[in-house]
């Protein structure tokens, strides 16, 4: 009895673990997107180009601001996180984690009027 036991503790212990990783990686939901989060990636990353928000004051030229590309409609059908992930040339490619293209997206979401 006790050598079956110990066999079945290892595969046991492993579920345990594996089942506390998924319980921990699933406890925030998929759609909580911390806009927050989004706006200081925007400052850190795309300030130097775009209008970031509403009481940043300069911006390059011909750049499209963040309230813009909000007003075109809502950007949760994946493309602009698919650009953001492979970014055009003259657009640095800033290695954003899938996270952090979520938050960014969510934050340009909430400047849509």
């Given amino acids: 009895m006790r050598s079956r036991l110990r066999a ?23 759609t909580a997107w911390d806009v927050a989060e989004g706006r200081a990636i925007a400052e850190r990353w795309c300030a130097s180009c775009h209008l970031v928000s509403p009481d940043q004051a300069t911006a390059m030229d011909g750049v499209a ?15 602009l996180e698919a650009f953001l992930a492979d970014p055009h040339p003259v657009m640095p490619d ?9 938050d ?10």
């Fill in 8 to 30: 079945l503790a290892p595969p046991a212990v492993a579920l345990g673990v594996l089942a506390a990783v998924v319980g921990h990686s699933t406890s925030v939901p998929a």
């Fill in 65 to 79: 601001s963040f309230r813009e590309v909000a007003e075109r409609g809502p950007l949760g059908d994946g493309g």
């Fill in 94 to 102: 800033m290695s954003l984690t899938n996270r952090e293209i979520a």
């Fill in 104 to 113: 960014l997206t969510a934050y340009i979401d909430s400047l849509a009027d």
